[in-house]
């Protein structure tokens, strides 16, 4: 039973793939992502540009390299954010209980009620796009659920006999809880983090595509396929890939979401 | 005579279909026209598979690999699906184990009954309920017509389980194919249906297929039993013989493994006793939401018990009688309202001064040896963990001390290195056992240690708790629903209903001379075991000739 | 029933107040004058003078949010610095087209993705299984502006079916209405069908392993009838939760969608006025796409019970 499921190696694969190409971009790509270039404007994929040039001239496969780059860099940062905060919250509250746990639940619980992307607007409505914009952004945005999943996690945890054992050896509430219950928080949180990088990916593309990520020049999926609509009669392509870029990355991460979950989580399978 | 068979099960084996590992090996075994029989095994033995592939139930990851079924004369096999649903429910009925999940949570329960006679029955909507309405009478609900509009979960456990019946014997089955039908219920519960059952289908000469781990139970009212292993069946004969002449080496195991009465231990009785409760009172907060604070329910109300040095006292009850809740409130996890515990003759209670010395002497070994063993820790790590407090002990002190532990509960070194998914249930109350004793407590509160594990393996286990008991001479609260587990490793009985001790007294005196109503009625769901020649036993059943009293307890 | 009922209400009460509160800071977080924000660059002094009387800029904190409390309580969200509409008919006009569309796509995916699901989960491992999830998979991981873009090239661009982007209303011209709406709905539709198709398959795969459906099948009852009677209802009540929260989500994310097909919805309205920074809108689209989402899923709540009895009677 130790064999990896199909869809963890396909999904392994696609974000291998991936991981090679933001690290690449970072360093070396075929062509400067940003040189203008307006005597190759508009070139359909071919042996040199090998997926053609957008409106200015600008290697389109160098520009989608960077802009993995970016959206790794972005992602990562905003679940790490996301995923300390969060848990750092969902212990407290599922450690303290009583009032604090109550208070601190019910303002957790109105900002999960802001729908998924809101937040992260009205944040940036006040902050203003960029990078850091939307880390800071993104990441308010998504703690709430990390928060919630730990302290779930922590209620179910406390209930667990060991729990219960480690109490009666005479043990401190809190090496328990360093000892017993954050150690066994780690698998729901992998799922959760490996979900929320694809959330947090989807969540920047969508803000750059509406103008409100990583301003240009600097290359994203998300601005890439905005700025393709003005030239989609003539240029095709330009809108073909960096969709393709993002719809792979997702496809990769929820396979590798979806086999996590059976590994670690049975109870959350499927959904 | 030639039997003439209702059911004819000839050869049948059954693999995963994945792994075309054999679950199910080459069994053949007939029921009689109105007959109870038996299976009886071990989890994994097949019984449930085998029982369930009669009616082409077995679960989509198994596959027929050979044999046949015929029922009534017919192959199953070669039936087409529309005749053999023909046969489900109007000739063959089947009852589960779960009784909170074998009846559709959203679906009334008047149109559940419904459902079958619907389908197989003739009849019009006012004969069908009338039908109904007698049957729901018949199986002890009290208002028949008011359950027919009720959804199950406003049902007890016990009822649903009847009320389950009812939808089998409506249709009145040739055959009636149980499931462990009884072993999610408590004790006194599980006789009341099980009676039911019996009289329901004798009543109708339907033939019952009862399947269960309990042997004792079986014994009790079945004609033939078939005791399977590893997917095999290795005996089969009628009840009589086959507990008095047990011929195959696992079938002696099981009976060996039933508990039974081991001689009086002398203990000293003049000595103080080394923990006292006095008046314990536990409360349970009721919830407090922001608009509302619910009254809390009160779990204990005042108990008073003491345990003197060496002793076992066992604590028994049904579900909901406190036991659980009283053993927690003596190992600290729970704070009393009210009362007091004296370990030692000196008050303790958490935060006090002897608090830390009680901590170090009074230890626990939990039910479930899947939740309480902390997953990603070693054997090695998570018992060494219980010594982490004791003062003045060096690190090699602590090594040592850990693999004597490992040896004394059978486990050794090679297990040291090991995590819990790696072990089975018995070998993880092993080592829970081994956590519980590595520091050497003169008090160990023990709940349930043994009902999640197999026979077999319960019998190891108590013999080894027993052993260890006897060498290192700690007290102990043994907490148990199950009474032959107790008789055999209890010095004195504490038994419980509701909260409060309803009678108490050594072992012999509660086992034989019962006082309190509550007691008899469940001393009377267990046998009293005779040990014959040659591995056999003969079962005595206590009270049989006593009124049944109510039926409807569930 | 009626105090489960009470209970569900009260239970957002203070959700919508902490959601007013946070809304209210994080106006209040951007430096500068909120009544110059509130009024624009274009504010003579007379007028922000009056709009700092009117917000009570000289009172405390507790005291702004109690006046700015009160005036949205009584639908009053304040002018639009780019129109000077009043924000909340503007606001209401835009919802319209955006829940029309959101609606449409969401009944018609549930009423595919849930058949769908069921059937994937009651043939599990088969090839029609593996087909309906990596469908739905695929699905889940096209994103919608993507997507959007796809149809559009495909039907607009390549076929010239339907025509590329714009709006028309049903009131002036319904068959153009229609053609102008089958694609924005279309990827809505795709897409949730992948969520929906996933979330099916897996509430389906838990009740199928109970022992009521075995005891149906045991009863005699033929698969349709088991499947039907008694696993749908049972395997519905997480994926009508989810639809819930779909549509919640939708109208926090159709923004994109609209985009792509220049519809003038709620989305579109809300980010025209970030980059517009007019504030009074964004804080009106903000409370109000909360208080939707809110009171979507107390609606859901309170239907619940028509899947799971269990639930009134905890």
New interface residues.
Partial sequence: MRFAAPNAILGGLIIGVLGVCALFGALWTPFDPLKINFAARLQPPGPVYWLGTDEFGRDVLSRLMTAAATSVWISLLTVTAAVSAGTVIGMLTGYLRGWTDRILMAFNDALLAFPGILLALGLLAVMGANKYGIILALGLAYTPSVARVVRGTVLSLREKEYVDASRVMGNSEAYTMARHILPNCIAPLTVLATSMFGWVLLAESALSFLGLGVPPPAPTWGNMLASSRSFITQAVWLGIFPGLCISLTLLGINLLGDALRDKLDPRMRGV | MARTELLQVEGLSLVVARTELEVVKNVSFSVAPGEIVGIVGESGSGKTLAA?SI?A?EP?ATRRAGGSIRFEGKDLAQLPPREL??????R???V???PM???????LIGRQLD??LA??RDLDAKERRALILDMLRRVGIKDPEGALEA?P??FSGGMRQRI?LA?VMLLQPALLVADEPTTALDAVVQRDVLELMVELTRARGTAVLMISHDLSMVARYTDRIIVMCKGEIVEQGTTQDLLRQPRHPYTQKLLAAMPRRLPKRDLSTSVQPIVEVRDLVVEYRGRQG??RKESGKRALHGVSLAIKPREVVALVGGSGSGKTTLG?AI???LDPAGGEIRFGGRSVRRGSEDW?NY??N???V???PY??????MTIADLVR??L??VPEMGHREKVERVSEILHDVGLGDAFAGRYPHELSGGQRQRV?IA?ALVRRPAFVIADEPVSALDVTVRAQVLDLFADLQQRHGFSCLFISHDLGVVEQIADRVIVMQDGRIVEEGDRDTIFDQPQDPYTIKLLSAIPALEAAANGGVRLRWRFDDMPQGDVATA | MLRFIARRVLMAVPTLFIMAVSVFALIRFIPGDPAALMLGDMADPAGLSDLRERLGLNHSLPVQFAIWFGNIFQGDLGHSITSSQPVLPLILDRFWISAKIVLIAVLFATLVAVPAGMIAAWRQNSLLDLVLVGAATILLSVPTFWLGLLLLILFGLKLEWLPIVGYVSFSEDPLAALLYIVMPIATLFLHEMGVLIRMSRASTLEVLRLDYITHARAKGLSEGAVLMRHAFKNAFGPTWTLIGLVLGNLLGGIAVVETVFTIPGLGRLLVDSIFARDYPVIQGCLLFIAFVYVVVNIVVDLLYPVFDPRVTAE
């Fill in positions: 369930r009616m139930l989509p649903r023909r046969l489900r429910g109007s063959i009925g089947m589960f184990q779960e999940t074998s009846l559709n949570p959203s679906m459902e079958g389908l197989h959804y979960h406003q389950m939808s922001f608009f927690r190992a600290g996890l830390g901590r170090l009074c230890q626990m939990f039910q479930d939740s309480s063993l902390d997953p990603r963990e219980a982490r407090l829970a956590r």
